[in-house]
């Protein structure tokens, strides 16, 4: 797949899958924009060639909406941020859920309408792929907001899968199961609880980064022009284990 000449937003580009994404576009050629929150990652993506970096908290709508203005003209988005916080649903606080609901949910949708509303303005055609989770599909212990968060991104795929098509712009949403990454570091640091999923991942291991990436550049690129509107696992077979 061949990136060259395509300009590609890219938000959560700091870490993780993010990150990864970044680096295969770049190796094929697009330009990156990349959209992050940690000074030292814009920093290290601004000394990477072919990358701007725009810093933005994605928890605030109006600067995610600034930094998705400033981000354009692009060809491409892919929306990977993401975060999480483990409560039991019991304990799940109004404050948690609002804040996985607008940098999981909300940013995607804020920073989508302005990259697809610019493309609709020049008659140009494009593609979204936005980053889910296995989680929206199951019931994930302690993890209610986030569950919810991306529950809530795939009917906003859905959405725009049907909605901006008639424009030449595809929208599709990528399901990874655990990959190695700081967030999995986070969520999946209980032995026990790693060693319960990882037994329910038929090919026994969890996913890297790169296994994210590939699938997110098939999904971008014009070997994909009749994908539109789907959920795809990159799960290694945990959803029919
Ligand atoms: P990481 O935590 O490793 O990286 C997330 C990236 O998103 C970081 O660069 C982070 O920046 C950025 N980000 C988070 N919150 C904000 C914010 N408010 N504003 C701007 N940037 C923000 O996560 P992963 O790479 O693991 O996850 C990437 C995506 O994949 C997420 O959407 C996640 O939900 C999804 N996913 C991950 C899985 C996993 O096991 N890793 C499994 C399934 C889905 P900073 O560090 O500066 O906050």
Redesign the pocket.
Known sequence: MDFKGKTVIV??????????IVRMLAERGAQVVA????A??VEALRGESGCRAIQ?????ADA?REAAIAALPADLLV??????ELQPFLETTVEAFD?LV???TR?PMIVAQEYARSLIKQGRKGAIVN?????SFVGLADHAA?CAS?GGLDGLTRVMARELAPHGIRANGI??????????V???SDPEKAAGMMKRIPVGR??E?AD?AEVVLFLLSDEAAMVNGISMPVDGGYMIA
Request: glycine share 8%; charged share 20%; with cysteine.
């Open positions: 938000t959560g580009a700091g870490k993780g899958i993010g990150r990864e959209l992050t929150r940690s030292a990652d933005v908290d994605l928890a605030d995610t929306n990977c941020a993401g975060t999480t804040r607008a940098v999981n940013a980053v889910s989770s296995v989680a986030y991306k399901h990874p199961t655990v990959t190695l990454t700081p967030m999995a986070k969520a999946w969890f996913a980064p994210i």
